[in-house]
């Protein structure tokens, strides 16, 4: 004989079991896929952070290592809900120093500011461990200063590699930018770092 909690138990397990069918209709399952990485002939270890998901005979990678492995900057941008990756020639130089290279700038909003994923090469250092000290300056069409990030690091070398930095303000939509190289390896280079 069938009483009210009887019914209402059994709606409430019929509710469930269709609600688990729905989300189970938008998952996946995937499988780990142990695998070993090269670029350019060079092994790789891809780390305890990242995964790789093999999923209906396709291998799915951490866009991140790979992009960052082919020597390219990568970030996601919220507002497009896009993951924007740049691998260009570094083109942006300071016009009084000259070696010191700067490209593959991703500019995406954080709150009320802007966060500027680039990257810097310094052309005929010996090692990996020099320190530069730099403004990059961004400028509107009627060339008036929006916004300006410092660049601070100190493994710069040969290789170009990913500097993030967050300036005050929106000046995603810039017309012009400028560098400035303030120091190199504890050495001021000459001028104001500001522009």
């Not at 709606?11 to 695998?35: D, P, T």
């Not at 730099?134 to 660049?151: P, V």
Request: glycine share 10%; hydrophobic share 40%; proline share 2%.
């Amino acid at each position: 004989m069938l009483n009210e909690k009887n019914i209402i138990g059994a709606v409430l397990g019929i509710s469930i079991s269709a609600s688990s069918i729905a989300f189970a209709s938008e998952s996946i399952q995937a499988l780990l896929f142990a695998v070993k990485f090269q670029f350019n002939v060079q092994g790789v270890e891809i780390g305890e952070e990242y995964k790789v998901l093999n999923y209906d005979g396709h291998a799915y990678v951490p866009i991140r290592f790979v992009a960052e492995n082919i020597g390219a900057a990568i970030d996601y941008d919220t507002d497009n809900e896009t993951i924007v990756i740049k691998n260009g020639p570094l083109d942006v130089m300071d016009p009084n120093y000259k070696g010191i290279s700067v490209g593959n700038l991703i500019l995406t909003r954080v709150g009320e500011n802007t966060k500027v994923t680039g990257q810097l090469k310094m052309e005929n250092m010996a090692n990996e461990k020099n320190m530069v000290g730099a403004n990059l300056s961004f400028y509107n069409e009627r060339d008036e200063k929006i916004g300006e990030i410092a660049i601070t690091r100190h493994d710069f070398g040969n290789v170009a590699k990913t500097f993030e930095a967050i300036g005050v303000g929106d000046f995603r939509a810039y017309s012009a930018l400028k560098l400035h190289i303030g120091t190199v390896n504890g050495r001021i280079t000459g001028g104001p770092i500001n522009n």
